[in-house]
């Protein structure tokens, strides 16, 4: 595979990644390399893509708001007003969690499997369950090597 097919599929996933957040329309024509990308999400996205990203992630809630950053209360805050936008950070994270679960995904073949890899202890992670890992950048990042080792079949 050479660079411009790792762009090429670069840009396919986050086109993946925004229709999933429901913001694929909206966002169509400004996903076409990962400078864009970043411009997209330090300008923000739009609040009901984290409800989305909450609602259809099949993982309790109580769960899934450290991983955004966010409380309860600060959901509920979010909840009235969906078409405004989040926070640099919040996007990021949003974005970030849309990837992982994707790419989750794809190694498992199914999002219910995906979801049971997330909320599982895993021995690559020194027992301690990927979604926990998902509230820092470092943890995120070890998420994501995790995937790529299991789907090139590298388990250690």
Request: charged share 25%.
């Given at each position: 595979?050479n660079v411009e ?41 739009p609040r009901r ?67 049971q890899w997330m ?38």
């Amino acid at each position: 595979m050479n660079v411009e097919d790792e762009v090429d599929d670069a840009v396919t996933y986050a086109r993946r990644v925004a229709i999933s957040l429901g913001v694929g329309r909206t966002l169509r024509n400004r996903l076409n390399s990962a400078v864009s990308i970043h411009e997209v999400l330090k300008h923000g996205l739009p609040r009901r893509a984290l409800l989305r990203a909450i609602r259809s992630a099949g993982i309790p809630m109580t769960e899934l708001l450290p991983v955004f950053g966010i409380s309860a209360r600060t959901l509920m805050r979010l909840r009235s007003a969906p078409n405004k936008l989040l926070d640099t950070e919040q996007s990021g994270r949003v974005w970030q969690f849309a990837e992982l679960m994707a790419k989750a995904e794809d190694v498992f073949g199914y999002c219910e499997n995906a979801v049971q890899w997330m909320l599982r202890p895993a021995m690559a992670l020194e027992n301690r369950r990927p979604l926990e890992l998902l509230t820092t950048p470092v943890g995120a990042q070890l998420v994501d090597d995790v995937l790529d080792r299991t789907k090139f079949g590298v388990y250690q």
